[in-house]
C-alpha cells in the first residue's frame, strides 16, 4: 500500500494520464501520431528534479512538465495541451485511490475468511453474553463472530460501491467548460485509463466522492475498532475468555512480569481515532469556493494516503488476531456459571408465567434469589431457586433443570450460521 503513495508513483500516474491524453488526441487527428511515439518512447522523470524545479516555480504540476519535457525534446510542446492541473491531479489521484481500494478489499476478504473459519470452529462455544458489561444471558463466542463477519461484509459492499464512484476522471481543461479540449478526448483517455468521465466537473473533480471514500474507510477503522475493545474486554484478567497471542520472548512491562497486555488491540482503537478525524477533514474539503481552490490539496495529501495506509495495516492486524487469538473455552464455562447461573433468570421467569403465576409475582420471586446470590462467594441462584417454596409448588425438577439448560438459548442460532454460509 505505502508504495501506491509515493512520490516515484504519484509522478509515474500522472505520466500516464499525460499519456492517455496525447493518445486520445491523436487518435481524433488533433495532433500527429509520432509526436504521440516520441513522447512514449522517451518521456520519464526524477523527482529529485521535480523537487528542484519545484523550489524555484512553486507550483508542482508545471515542475513536472518542465522535468518530463527535458527528456521529451520538441514533442513535448503537445503533451498538457490544454488541460488544467487539475485535468492530471485529479484523474491520477482517481488511479490512486481505485489501486488503494483493490488492496483494501483483498484484505477484507482475508479477514472475513478468517472470522469464518473462527466461527465455525466456536460454533457451540458457550458463553456469557453481556450487555452494559454485565452476564445477560447464554451465547456462544461464534455467534459474537458471526456478527463481525456480517459487518464485515457490508464494509465489503461498501467498498466496492466507492470504488466505483471515486473511479472517476476529468479532462475538461480550466472551469470544467471543454472549451480548449474536446469531450471526446475525455472519453477516450478515461476508458484507456479504466474511469469513467465525471458527468459534471468543475475545475476539479467534487470532494463529495473523496468524503465518502474517507468516510467508509472511518466506518471501516470503528468496526475493527469494536472487534479490538471486544478482545481487550474479554482480556481483562477477571475474564479471561480471550487472549491475544503472546509471542515467545515477548515483554508485556518493563516493571512487572507478569503483564500479558492485549497491545495490538489497543493500538488498533488508537488508529480507528485517525481514521475518524480525517474523515471530518475529509467532509471539510468539500465546500469549496467557486469553481475551485486549493484549501483541500492540502489536507489531502496527508489524509487520503494515510488513511488508505492505516485502513490497510489495521485490517492486516486484525485478521493476524483473530487468527491466532487464543479461546478459554473453560474460562467461558466458568463465567458463565457464575452465582449459580443468573444468565439463565428470564427461564426461570416464563416457566412461572407458563405455570399461571402473574408476571409482577414471577419477576419478584426471580429477581430475589438472583439477587441474593448476586455478588456473594458461596451465592447459588439455582440452589436458592429450587428451594423456593412457590418454585417448588409449580416446577418439576425436570422443568426446572430445562431452566438452566444452554441448549434453550443457542438451539436457533444455525439460522444466523447459515444466512452467513458459515
Sequence with gaps: MGCLWTDQHKYQTWLEVEIAVVEAQAELGYIPQEAVEQIKSKANFDTDRIDELEAEVRHDMIAFLTNVNEYVGEAGRFIHLGLTSSDVLDTALALQLA??????????????????????????????????????????????????????????????????????????????????VDPKIEAIA??????????????????????????????????????????????????????????????????????????????????????????GTALENIALWHERDISHSAAERVILPDACIIAHFMLAEITDLIKNLLVYPENMQRNLNCYGGVVFSQKVLLALIDKGLSREDSYAIVQSCAHKAWNQPDGDFRNLIENNTQVQGLLTPVELNACFDCENHIKNLDLIFQRLGI
Design 190 to 279: 478515461c476508458q484507456k485509463l479504466g474511469l469513467k468521465p465525471d458527468c459534471a466537473s468543475t475545475q476539479v473533480i467534487s470532494r463529495d466522492r473523496h468524503g465518502e471514500f474517507v468516510q467508509v474507510l472511518a466506518l471501516l477503522g470503528s468496526s475493527i475498532e469494536r472487534f479490538a475493545v471486544e478482545i481487550r474486554n474479554l482480556q481483562r484478567t477477571d475474564v479471561l475468555e480471550v487472549e491475544e497471542f503472546f509471542a515467545k520472548g515477548q515483554k508485556g512491562s518493563s516493571a512487572m512480569p507478569h503483564k500479558r497486555n492485549p497491545i495490538r488491540s489497543e493500538r488498533l482503537t488508537g488508529m480507528a481515532r485517525l481514521l475518524r478525524g480525517y474523515a
Design 99 to 180: 489501486s488503494s481500494i483493490n488492496l483494501i478489499l483483498a484484505q477484507v476478504e482475508t479477514l472475513s475468511q478468517t472470522i469464518r473459519y473462527q466461527a465455525q470452529q466456536h460454533r457451540y462455544t458457550v458463553m456469557a453474553g453481556r450487555t452494559h458489561g454485565i452476564h445477560a444471558e447464554p451465547i456462544t463466542f461464534g455467534f459474537k463472530l458471526a456478527g463481525w463477519l456480517a459487518e464485515t461484509l457490508r464494509h465489503r459492499d461498501r467498498l466496492v460501491n466507492t470504488s466505483q464512484n471515486i473511479a472517476v476522471g476529468k479532462i475538461s481543461g480550466a472551469v470544467g467548460t471543454y472549451a480548449n
